[in-house]
Structures are given as structure tokens and as C-alpha cells.
């Protein structure tokens, strides 16, 4: 529970006004949750053989775009992410 908690604060400071802090934290929990249905229906579709080169091809840039919102948001580009 502690990790998760850790991963919805990334970007939070102790300056942040509490408008950026609900942002910060919206935009951390829609990440986290889009990061894993992605890797779900990926492992979902593998798992079934329904996985094609396309679907396959979106899934991971999905991945890869949410990991890059949580690093940005942990390396402080809250604007950026």
C-alpha cells in the first residue's frame, strides 16, 4: 500500500499549491491505472494467442507513455508530463 501511495505523490513537493498537488495526483492515478490495464490486455491477449503485431505494437507505446509520465513526474516536469 505504502508503494502505491508513493507512486500517486511522485511530483509533489512541499512548495506545490494544492491545485498542483490534485493535479499531480489525478494525473499519477490515471497513469498508474492505464499502465496496468495495458499490461494487462497485453498478457490477456498473449496469454489467448489473440496477439497480433499491431495490437502488440500499441500496447507497448501505451507502456512506454505511461512510464514516461511517472518519470517525468518524478523528476519534477510536472508541465512537461
Request: charged share 15%.
Amino acid at each position: 500500500m505504502n508503494i502505491l501511495l508513493q507512486l500517486i505523490n511522485l511530483g509533489i513537493t512541499e512548495n506545490s499549491t494544492p491545485l498542483e498537488k490534485k493535479r499531480s495526483k489525478v494525473l499519477n492515478l490515471c497513469s498508474l491505472i492505464s499502465l496496468f490495464a495495458s499490461l494487462f490486455f497485453l498478457c490477456f491477449d498473449f496469454a489467448i494467442q489473440q496477439l497480433t503485431t499491431s495490437r502488440m505494437i500499441i500496447l507497448v507505446a501505451e507502456i512506454v507513455i505511461f512510464c514516461g509520465i511517472l518519470y517525468l513526474q518524478k523528476r519534477k516536469y510536472l508541465f512537461l508530463s
